[in-house]
């Protein structure tokens, strides 16, 4: 009977050796399989945040990569927004397929900065427009666009009838409100119409363009370049042109 006790005490001691090596083991292998689990977190978390870095690099690859596949956009204007009142312009223009740069220079926007919701905010509207007209001061340089050489007729009107609309006081009956665009000068040497606001509702804003700077370093909700840029841009800008405006 003690003979039986003792191999049965044996017999249990051994079971717990087996059972303690083989909890160790299974901590182990738990433990060898977490590191590479956890690795995987980090690397997709790190992933993850990279993605969002490079959406919000590639915003203006994104708008060049999109018109690269129209067939009648040919031309780019990028008003990149820097703060305050400042922007950096660039121009591209398609060869084979691709966009090309012609040129960056510096630029001004509306003195309260993008964003426009209203006539006399000072702030020059965001997103991507066309341009309707090309006009001037000073004779055609050459435009891509019908151009307009400017008289003392020609307004852009700020009357409810033909808001934010180019007229002829000789040919229309409207109040002579808004902007007389040959007093605009050097600003209106050379400019381009944007088609903000094309369904012309009234106090919306109205006569933003791309034209040359004047002496302040803003707008008054236009877009504004040297003048020996404007020019090229005139020569080269079609009327499937895109000017697209968004923060940098």
Known sequence: MKENTKKGSCYLNGLAIFLTII???????????AIPLQAAAVKSQSTTVANKSTAKKDKWTTLL?????????NQLIFVKYKGKSKANIVLYEKVNGKFKKVFACAGYVGKKGIGKKREGDKKTPTGTYSFTKAFGIKKNPGSKI???KLNKYYYWSGDRRYYNQMIDIRKVKASRSGEHLIDYKPHYNYALAIDYNKNCVYKKGSAIFLHCTGSNPYTGGCVAVKQKYMKKIMQTVDKNAKICIYPK
Do not use: G, R, T
């Not at 909890?23 to 399989?33: G, L, Q, R």
């Not at 990569?65 to 956009?73: G, R």
């Open 146 to 148: 019908k151009y307009i």
């Open 23 to 33: 909890f160790v083991i299974s901590i182990f292998i738990a433990a060898d399989n």
């Open 65 to 73: 990569q999109k018109y690269e596949k129209s067939k009648k956009v």
